[in-house]
Every structure is written in structure tokens, then in C-alpha cells.
T-cell receptor
């Protein structure tokens, strides 16, 4: 069964203090790993898709990387507006079109 | 270009009642997926509709059913509501040929069961 865990559960950073969020996954044949951002009371907003180990993608202050067992979301010099819950999801070949989400990391960036 | 829309925004029901949630996909999208997100947890896949048929289903009981209309909009029905059905219900749309690489989520419907 495909599984996704995320750590830490919650993270508080000072503005400008860089850090990384972890997503560990178990999947029988990875089709894709996805990162989403979710603000309170809203639907997830797509950030990145990663397909193979070694792949990296960047968007503004965010960079996502992928290994065979985990993915990292690096946040460089975060701002208060980066505060949100960051969700990781995997799509395994054996599950067809299903997504399996992790529980998320709640990020708070203090001014 | 309208994104994914869902209605209603909030809903309060009592145990044993039935509820219908609605979703209109992003313009041009033909596939709709439904997710349940309990407070503090990640979304859980309920099912996916394409060409008016249920194509994939997650680990949810038969009390959860759905429908897709010719215009690609979709409904989620939940019968015999339980307290544990209280959650944010998310609809996501995509293009079948792209898989779920470009999946866009709606704002969700917050269901409270008393």
C-alpha cells in the first residue's frame, strides 16, 4: 500500500530563516510526486510535479528535490506570505490515477 | 477563465440525512476527482469520474456515490450521514490525457454533521 509521511508536523520560522520540509514515501512504482500549498479554508494550490530521482524544480523561494525514497521542499529566505500548509502527494503506477496525500506540514513564518 | 467551482460553501446536516455536493470543473477539463479532508489531515481520494462513469474509487463505503453530467460537472452524494463524515470535501479537475499532472482543486465544501 502506498504511504506518504511528512515532517515536521509544524514549523515556525523567522522571516529570512531558510529551512526544508521532508516528504517520505513508499510506492510501488512512482509515477509522480506532487507538492501543493494549502491556505486555511481553501483548496490545495499546485506547486510542483517531480517524476524521477535527481529531478529538481524551483519557483520563487521554493525548490523541490526528489530521491528514491523522499522529497524535500526547500524554502529560501521565507516571507510571512509563505505561511501555509504544504502537502505532498504521490501517484503510484499500481494505483492507477489515485493520489495519496501526506498529512502536511504547517509552516508559520513570523515577521 | 473560471477555475473549479463548488457549491455550497458550507453545509450543516444531522446524522442519518443525505447530502449532495456540486462541482463545476475548470473550463476545458473532462475529469473530476473528489477528496475528503478531515481537519488537520491530508485529502483522501474518494473517486474519479470520466465520460460520466466512475473510473477509480478509494476506500470509501457505498454511502458515497457520485455522478458526472454531459457538461463534465459532477455531484457527490453521501447517504446516512455519520458524525465522522464532517470534513472539507474537495473537487479537483484535470484533462484525462494529462493524467493528474495538472490537477486543479476547488475551494471545497465544508460539511458539518451534528
Amino acid at each position: 500500500e502506498d504511504q506518504v509521511t511528512q515532517s515536521p508536523e509544524a514549523l515556525r520560522l523567522q522571516e529570512g530563516e531558510s529551512s526544508s520540509l521532508n516528504c517520505s514515501y513508499t510506492v510501488s512504482g512512482l509515477r509522480g510526486l506532487f507538492w501543493y500549498r494549502q491556505d486555511p479554508g481553501k483548496g490545495p494550490e499546485f506547486l510542483f510535479t517531480l517524476y524521477s530521482a535527481g529531478e529538481e524544480k524551483e519557483k520563487e523561494r521554493l525548490k523541490a528535490t526528489l530521491t528514491k525514497k523522499e522529497s524535500f521542499l526547500h524554502i529560501t529566505a521565507p516571507k510571512p506570505e509563505d505561511s501555509a500548509t504544504y502537502l505532498c502527494a504521490v501517484q503510484g503506477r499500481s494505483d492507477g490515477q489515485n493520489f495519496v496525500f501526506g498529512p502536511g506540514t504547517r509552516l508559520s513564518v513570523l515577521p | 477563465d473560471a477555475g473549479v467551482t463548488q457549491s455550497p460553501t458550507h453545509l450543516i446536516k444531522t446524522r442519518g440525512q443525505q447530502v449532495t455536493l456540486r462541482c463545476s470543473p475548470k473550463s476545458g477539463h473532462d475529469t473530476v476527482s473528489w477528496y475528503q479532508q478531515a481537519l488537520g489531515q491530508g485529502p483522501q481520494f474518494i473517486f474519479q469520474y470520466y465520460e460520466e462513469e466512475e473510473r477509480q474509487r478509494g476506500n470509501f463505503p457505498d454511502r458515497f456515490s457520485g455522478h458526472q453530467f454531459p457538461n463534465y460537472s459532477s455531484e457527490l452524494n453521501v447517504n446516512a450521514l455519520l458524525l465522522g463524515d464532517s470534513a472539507l470535501y474537495l473537487c479537483a479537475s484535470s484533462l484525462a490525457w494529462q493524467g493528474l499532472d495538472e490537477q486543479f482543486f476547488g475551494p471545497g465544501t465544508r460539511l458539518t454533521v451534528l
